[in-house]
């Protein structure tokens, strides 16, 4: 009996499949861990034995340790388990480097990760881009493991993710107006656009005098659009007073007394010279005109 319950165990271990295989980490991801904990020794490092209370002592001391070859040992040697193969190997290929930033470079690039892992290493691209050759994502795209807006990884500013794609939030839908009264609202890919309204209009929706929602005053909704109201030619005379002449400009108009006439409070009143000079109209001139 134990020995059939032996074979039927035994058989079950060879119908089982075989263990996944933990994934092995890519280069970039073993070069991030080694900066992360490079970041992780400087902040364990920054005050390490100070707080005695000899201030003036310590700030002088501190500024000596702070880029020290010291500093620099114990943070390396916190760098790596003694049982990581790889990261331990990672670490003595690229020694030299790490000493030659944290004795030179550090102020000129003060991201380890970008210096070290992208633009050193070329292990790891920068956050917008993908691929061995770090491509550029798709507009749409914060991070991407692809060229589409269905490979985003997060989605940009703007932008938010419909299903499995990162698609153009449209901010001139949105309940409350992002522009202005007297502005009209353009949405572009990843944000928006405010835009004066025309000047004929009382707040609009679009470009020009069609799209006005009100006209200001002296026009009025002519076939769709804010236009002119042309004062003068209104049954109702714009010019109260009499012989004056009504001339229109854009929303409004003008009242004119005419050529040889004066302004009263009520009329134009044709001048006394005007007055001889129709009566008389071909005088000859006299020898002083001469």
Not at 15 to 32: D, F, G, H, V
């Amino acid at each position: 009996m134990h020995l059939l319950l032996a074979a039927g165990f035994g058989l079950l271990l060879l119908l089982l499949p075989p263990p996944a295989a933990s994934k092995k980490p890519t280069q970039c991801q073993r070069c991030r861990t080694l900066v992360d904990k490079f970041n992780q020794g400087m902040a364990n490092t920054a005050r390490k034995n100070f707080g005695g209370g000899n201030t003036a002592w310590e700030e002088k001391t501190l500024s000596k340790y702070e880029f020290s070859e010291i500093r620099l040992l114990e943070i390396m040697e916190g760098l790596c388990d003694s049982s990581d193969f790889e990261c331990n190997q990672l670490l003595e290929q690229q020694e030299e480097q790490l000493e030659a930033w944290w004795q030179s470079l550090k102020k000129d690039y003060p991201n380890l990760f970008e210096w070290f892992c992208v633009r050193t290493l070329k292990a790891c691209c920068l956050p917008g881009t993908y691929g061995p050759d770090c491509k550029a994502c798709d507009e749409s795209c914060k991070t991407c493991s692809g060229p589409s807006n269905k490979d985003c990884v997060q989605c940009e500013v703007g932008w938010a993710r419909v299903e499995d794609a990162c698609v153009d939030v449209d901010e001139c839908a949105a309940e409350t107006p992002p522009c202005s009264e007297a502005q009209y609202c353009e949405n572009v890919n990843g944000s928006y656009i405010c835009e004066e309204c025309d000047s004929t209009c009382v707040g609009c929706t679009g470009k020009g005098p069609a799209n006005c929602k009100e006209c200001i005053a002296g026009y009025t909704k002519q076939s769709g659009q804010c236009a002119d109201i042309d004062e003068c030619s209104l049954e109702e005379k714009a010019c109260k007073r009499r012989n004056e002449n009504c001339y229109n400009v854009p929303g409004s108009f003008v009242c004119v007394c005419p050529d040889g006439f004066e302004e009263t409070e009520d009329a134009c009143v044709q001048t006394a010279q005007s007055e001889v000079t129709e009566e008389n109209p071909t005088q000859p001139l006299s020898h002083e005109d001469l």
